[in-house]
């Protein structure tokens, strides 16, 4: 299992601004490891986030994003106390999905 | 002349608008969380937390227990910093072998766990200011040791931690270097590790960043929570007194 992320979901205005901090190792399949060997390639595919069950968001995504990711990005038509849950999916199919409460 | 300062002035500045852009998303975080989760479970052959874990603020207590280590325990009777702490509660609650972990290469096993607990440890004392105690007469004399070590010229290349710290406006490629003889300022030098390396992916905390610099100073590794580093971490730390702790910090 996955480490979790860390969501903040703040209303900035008539908007909520989401920060999404993901736990991921993101290997780009090009490195080599101290006996040469190649690390095989391991990163997220997709990402998608849902406003109170509806799919708001979603992006793709390949080897060139950084280890431990940081995604922002905003959202329309929310208001306090509704739910934002994000959702990744990485190359060997693991996946990962967390929750957060817009304040 | 002129222009080459302003050239200076916009490498420093970019770097600290780079700070800034990411200071939103340090991945230190992730390491915060797992570090509070690792404090609170029960651990180690004797399935025991370290939540009762003496930082030197008294059983338990976390918050502010950073911007005062290193400094002398009398149940050890040694000067130890937070990460030798961390594995002296480890070993005394947990039953965990500390020699053992002291031995094992940063970032696995155990040591990776180290790693969390000081970051989270750290983060309980962010923007508290730097108050290491000089009243028990091991600090004091840790902090003269840790004054020899960083003076100290030796090596292949004849280099001093003071070659490089030693003075104000020095750099090494676009990044100023702390001077850390004196306080250089909030956040920065000792009041900024642990801190997350986005270049590497990894947290290092301040065993790890003097083992980097004795690797750049091609000295033999000093050992994990070593008198020698712990020693420097007192030279650092008594000097930087009274600058605002930002650990874990986000560095290049």
């Known amino acids: ?103 | 002349m002129p222009l080459i300062a302003t050239a200076q002035k916009s490498a420093a500045d970019g770097i600290a608008e780079y700070r800034k852009m990411l200071e939103d998303g340090n991945p230190a975080e992730l390491f915060e969380a797992k570090g509070e989760d690792l404090w609170k479970t029960r651990r180690g052959p004797k399935q025991a937390t370290l939540e009762q874990c003496d930082l030197g603020q008294g059983p338990g207590v976390v918050k502010g227990a950073w911007v005062q280590l290193p400094r002398f325990f009398a149940d050890t009777g040694r000067v130890q910093d937070l990460e030798s702490r961390l594995l002296t509660c480890m070993e005394i609650l947990q039953g965990f072998n500390a020699a053992e972990i002291a031995k094992m290469p940063f970032d696995k096993g155990e040591q990776a766990n180290v790693t969390a607990l000081a970051a989270w440890v750290s983060s309980q004392s962010r923007g508290m200011k730097m108050a290491l105690p000089q009243g028990h007469a091991e600090e004091r004399r840790y902090y003269e040791l840790g004054k020899r070590a960083f003076y100290f010229r030796g090596g292949p290349m004849d280099f001093s931690c003071a070659s490089c710290h030693g003075e104000d406006g020095k750099r090494i490629r676009l990044q100023d270097l702390p001077n850390l003889t004196k306080n250089p300022g909030d956040g920065v030098g000792f009041a900024a590790w642990p801190a997350y390396r986005v270049s590497s992916g990894e947290l290092w905390t301040m065993q790890r960043r003097l083992n980097d610099c004795f690797r750049q100073q091609r000295f033999p590794y000093p050992g994990f929570g070593s008198e020698a580093t712990i020693a420097l971490g007192v030279y650092m730390g008594v000097n930087a007194k009274g600058a605002e702790s930002i650990a874990p910090a986000l560095k290049r």
């Open chain 1, 1 to 103: 299992m996955a480490d979790p992320m860390r969501i903040r979901a703040q209303m900035a205005g008539d908007k909520a601004t989401i920060r999404v901090l993901m736990s991921h190792e993101m290997e780009t399949g090009l490195r080599k490891d101290a006996a040469g060997q190649t690390i095989p390639a391991w990163f997220i595919q997709t990402v998608t986030a849902a406003l109170n069950g509806k799919a708001v968001f979603s992006a793709q995504w390949g080897p060139s994003v950084s280890k431990n990711p940081f995604l922002q990005f905003n959202l329309k038509d929310t208001k306090a106390g509704d739910k934002v849950a994000v959702t990744w999916v990485d190359n060997r199919g693991e996946t990962r999905t967390d929750e957060a409460t817009v304040s």
